[in-house]
Nanobody, 125 residues
Framework: VQLVESGGGMVQPGGSLRLSCAAS????????MSWVRQAPGKGPEWVSA????????DYADSVKGRFTISRDNAENTLYLQMNSLKPEDTALYYC???????????????????WGQGTQVTVSS
């Protein structure tokens, strides 16, 4: 199993970034997927999740209305479109697969199986 995030960088407040997570080594289309972030000096924070077919999504209140999660099962890729970025969005962003049978509404990080190495997002003027 391999998850490789990309697309992070430095952006000014109000800007946008699109993160990608390339999956390999497992049947991507059969797993719900999620994004989790960790800010400096803080614990991991669940951000968003999407079901296998892409028809159901869920978001943390802190990003609702600004972030959009999506997936392309034909390309084995998960995305996170981030708009109206704020300094408090600065964090290392990880994609993770949910364990089988776990609903996308879970925020318990023990329900996540495989993780990527993360991509850094910095929002600063």
């Amino acid at each position: 199993v391999q998850l490789v995030e990309s697309g992070g960088g430095m952006v000014q407040p109000g800007g946008s970034l699109r993160l990608s997570c390339a999956a390999s080594g497992f049947t991507f289309s059969k797993y719900h997927m999620s994004w989790v972030r960790q800010a400096p000096g803080k614990g991991p924070e669940w951000v968003s999740a999407i079901n296998t077919g892409g028809g159901r999504t869920d978001y943390a209140d802190s990003v609702k209305g600004r972030f959009t999660i999506s997936r392309d099962n034909a390309e084995n890729t998960l995305y996170l479109q981030m708009n109206s970025l704020k300094p408090e969005d600065t964090a290392l962003y990880y994609c993770a697969s949910l364990l089988p049978g776990v609903d996308i509404t879970t925020t318990d990080l023990e329900n996540f199986g495989s993780w990527g190495q993360g991509t850094q997002v910095t929002v600063s003027s």
